[in-house]
């Protein structure tokens, strides 16, 4: 028996899809809190290394070096010895020689300058 035409109409509709529901900004906060405190964790049960962050010249005693990883803020006093998880000295470690690796490029770039000027 042939279709009636409302129910060859009704098969070529499109469904309406409903989207996924949205996280919140609550559930947003507790994924990263939730992420944060795995991180925390995770660097607790690392093993420890002494590490020394100097200080920058004009700064004084107490000044702190911030990092996060992973959500996790911690800060890391400069200018004394102190125990950090291998992860984190590690990521200090690469902060630092980054930094020393700029300095001495500007330093040897100026002095070619330099040279280059008095020649």
């Known amino acids: 028996m042939p279709k009636k035409i409302k129910e060859v109409e009704n098969e070529n509709e499109t469904k ?22 795995q991180m925390k964790a995770n660097l607790e049960a690392q093993p420890k290394v002494s590490i020394l962050i100097p200080l920058e010249k004009g700064e004084k005693k107490g000044a ?9 803020r911690f800060e890391v006093p400069k200018g004394q010895m102190i125990q950090v998880p291998e992860q984190v000295a590690q990521m200090i470690s690469e902060r630092f020689n980054i930094e020393l690796d700029v300095r001495s490029r500007s330093i040897d770039q100026k002095s070619s300058d330099v040279q280059d000027a008095l020649s």
């Open 16 to 37: 309406a899809v409903k989207a996924p529901p949205q996280p919140s900004k609550t559930d947003i906060a507790e994924r990263v809190k939730t992420k944060a405190e």
């Open 64 to 72: 702190k070096e911030p990092f996060t990883i992973n959500g996790y």
